[in-house]
C-alpha cells in the first residue's frame, strides 16, 4: 500500500514557521507535482514527508502508520526519495551505486541474494544504464546521472518515491527524458511519484494532481486543467500570463508577460497600424505633383496671354 499524508503538521526553520496545521493527502498511483515560488516550502513539505525534517507538530502517515515511530529500513521498505543534487562518493560505479538500493533489504540473516542481484539488473535495464554499469557516476551527464540516481530508487522497490527538483541543471532534452522515465515508472508500476518541479509547462504536462504552495499553505490542489488558470499564477507567482492549451497535449500552457517585451511588442504593433493608416510617402508626392501640374497649365495660358496684348 502506497499511501501517504500529512495531519495538522507544523513544520518550522528555529521559530520561524514555514507551515501551520497543514494537511494533504497525496493520491495513491498517481503523480502528484509541488509548484510554487522560491521559498514558499516546496523542498522543505518533500523532506518532512520523508521524516528527513521532523515536525514541530502533527504527524506524517506512511502506509497507515505513524512515520515517527517506523525504524530507519521499514521506511526505506515503503518509501525511497532522491534529494536535490545528490553526489556520489568519488570513483563509486553505476552498478555499486544501484545496489546501494537493496540496502534495506540486507541483515546478518539475509546477505546478498540472486533476487537482488536480478532486481538491481532489472532496474539498470529500465532506466538504460545497463551499458554504463561499469562507469564511474562522476565521469556521467548530468541526464546519465540522475536516470542512475532514479536506477538505486528502482532497485528499492517502493511503491512510494519522492523527488526533489529532479530536473534541475538538466538541458531539456534531459529533462524530457528523465521526466518519461518517471511517467514510465507510474505507467507501468503504478508507483506513487511525488516531486518538485519549477517548470509549469513540465509540471501540467506530467502531473495527474498539482499542488500549488504559496506562503507556508496550500492555494490550491487537484488536476492540471481543474487549478492551473491565470489567476493562480498571479497568487502563486506574482505573475500576469495567459494560459492556453498545450498544442500537444490539451494541457495548461503557461505563457508569462514580461513588462519590457510587452511594450516593446505594443509599440511596435502601434507603429505597424500607423504604416497601415498612412498612405506612403509616394502616393503623397505624386498627388502633390500632379496638383503642381495642373495649376502650372493656366499660369502658362495666363503667361501666353499677357505676351499677345503686348
Given at each position: 500500500m502506497g499511501t501517504l499524508e500529512a495531519k495538522e503538521l507544523g513544520l518550522s526553520y528555529g521559530s520561524?514557521?514555514?507551515?501551520?496545521?497543514?494537511?494533504?493527502?497525496?493520491?495513491?498511483?498517481?503523480?502528484?507535482v509541488f509548484i510554487g515560488s522560491n521559498g514558499c516550502g516546496k523542498s522543505t513539505l518533500l523532506r518532512s514527508m520523508a521524516r528527513l525534517l521532523k515536525p514541530q507538530q502533527g504527524t506524517v502517515i506512511l502506509?497507515?502508520?505513524?512515520?515517527?515511530s517506523m525504524s530507519t529500513k521499514e521506511v526505506a521498505k515503503k518509501l525511497a526519495i532522491l534529494p536535490q543534487g545528490p553526489t556520489a562518493p568519488e570513483g563509486l560505479t553505476v552498478l555499486q551505486l544501484v545496489k546501494q538500493g537493496r540496502y534495506p533489504y540486507q541483515s546478518w540473516l539475509k546477505q546478498w541474494s540472486q533476487e537482488d542481484e536480478q532486481v538491481v539488473q532489472q532496474a539498470l535495464e529500465a532506466t538504460g544504464m545497463s551499458e554504463l554499469a561499469e562507469r564511474p557516476v562522476d565521469a556521467l551527464s548530468g541526464g546519465q546521472r540522475q536516470r542512475a540516481?532514479?536506477?538505486m530508487t528502482l532497485a528499492q522497490e517502493t511503491p512510494i518515491i519522492l523527488l526533489d527538483e529532479p530536473t534541475t541543471y538538466l538541458d531539456l532534452t534531459h529533462q524530457i527524458e528523465v521526466l518519461d522515465l518517471l511517467y514510465e515508472m507510474n505507467d507501468r508500476d503504478k508507483r506513487t511519484i511525488v516531486m518538485v518541479l519549477h517548470d509549469i509547462n513540465l509540471a501540467c504536462r506530467y502531473a495527474d494532481h498539482i499542488v500549488a504552495i504559496r506562503d507556508g499553505r496550500i492555494e490550491a490542489q487537484g488536476a492540471p486543467n481543474e487549478v492551473v488558470d491565470e489567476q493562480l499564477i498571479e497568487n502563486v507567482f506574482r505573475l500576469k500570463c495567459e494560459i492556453i492549451p498545450d498544442p500537444l497535449y490539451g494541457t495548461p500552457?503557461?505563457?508569462?508577460?514580461d513588462n519590457c517585451r510587452l511594450r516593446a511588442a505594443r509599440a511596435l504593433a502601434q507603429q505597424q497600424q500607423r504604416k497601415v493608416d498612412s498612405p506612403p510617402r509616394d502616393s503623397i508626392s505624386e498627388e502633390g505633383n500632379h496638383e503642381e501640374e495642373e495649376t502650372a497649365e493656366p499660369k502658362r495660358e495666363l503667361v501666353a496671354a499677357s505676351s499677345a496684348s503686348v
Open positions: 520561524a514557521y514555514i507551515f501551520e496545521n497543514l494537511n494533504l493527502s497525496i493520491p495513491e498511483g498517481k503523480i502528484t502506509a497507515g502508520s505513524d512515520i515517527s540516481w532514479i536506477a500552457l503557461c505563457i508569462p508577460h
